[in-house]
């Protein structure tokens, strides 16, 4: 078998999300089906993140295993073709290692989460962004995003069903920035850690909102914190904010590209 990395970017609306679901639409289940046009037999494709319905991929890696040694631009021009009228795209494709894999050999995971602030109806960015009516603060929700960054137990931002063996997660970056743009002002949450948990990221932008908007303080997110218990999180945000926007190896599997 040949292993290859693909680089894929997908609009997350159409999708129940990354994992495969008998009788529903997924991205993995959308590749898979294209590769085995390619090679008619069952694919497993394994990915960096097993993103939620709804979530966007900008930067989203997997890998699969070919029977046949495909030259990677060809690999990645006939999986377009074959994905075709799906909101989904290979950017990039690369022969990897056997020991290569998306998921576990990942060192960091990158998220972007995007909030339109302004009182018109979105339109081109419909499905895309999370919009809100009123103006943030941004220096009171960077206070409270500094809280959360580090080592510590994120029970309060982690959804109930999840399904990760311990809450401790270590949270490298949570940086907020504010973005003019034609269509209103936007602020960028950057989220980076190793690994996340379910929910962990909507949750935390569900918060902060609420530090933006004036309802919470920074003192109310470390609180919620230090209580260790779902009922003290924030409302969750909608995931049509939120891309996984890159993903880091020991070795970037595209770095030739």
């Not at 218990?229 to 996984?244: D, F, H, I, K, Q």
Request: aromatic residues 8%; glycine residues 6%.
């Amino acid at each position: 078998m040949n292993r290859y990395a693909l680089k894929i970017e997908y609009h997350g609306a159409p999708f129940v999300g990354w994992q495969r679901q008998i009788g529903l639409t997924s991205v993995q289940g959308t590749i898979e089906a294209a590769l085995a046009k390619l090679e008619p037999r069952e694919h497993n494709i394994a990915a960096a993140g097993r993103t939620d319905a709804g979530v966007h991929g900008l930067g989203q890696v997997a890998h699969c295993d070919m029977t046949r040694d495909w030259e990677p631009f060809r690999l990645s021009e006939a999986l377009n073709y074959h994905l075709k009228p799906h909101p989904v795209a290979v950017t990039a494709c690369a022969p990897a290692p056997p020991e290569f894999h998306a998921r576990f050999s990942a060192q960091e995971r990158q998220y972007l989460f995007r909030v339109l602030s302004r009182r018109a109806p979105a339109t081109h960015q419909a499905g895309l962004v999370w919009q809100v009516k009123q103006p943030l603060n941004i220096h009171a929700m960077q206070e409270a995003a500094d809280i959360l960054v580090g080592k510590h137990d994120f029970t309060t931002f982690r959804s109930t069903i999840c399904q990760a063996q311990t809450p401790v997660k270590t949270l490298d970056r949570l940086q907020i920035t504010r973005v003019e743009t034609e269509g209103g002002i936007e602020y960028h949450f950057d989220v980076r850690a190793r690994s996340f948990l379910h929910n962990q990221v909507r949750s935390f932008v569900g918060t902060l909102e609420r530090v933006g908007a004036g309802s919470w303080t920074p003192q109310d997110v470390e609180r919620a914190l230090q209580a260790r218990t779902r009922a003290a999180c924030g409302p969750v945000s909608p995931p049509e904010g939120l891309y996984l926007a890159h993903v880091v190896y020991p070795v970037d599997p595209f770095a030739a590209d």
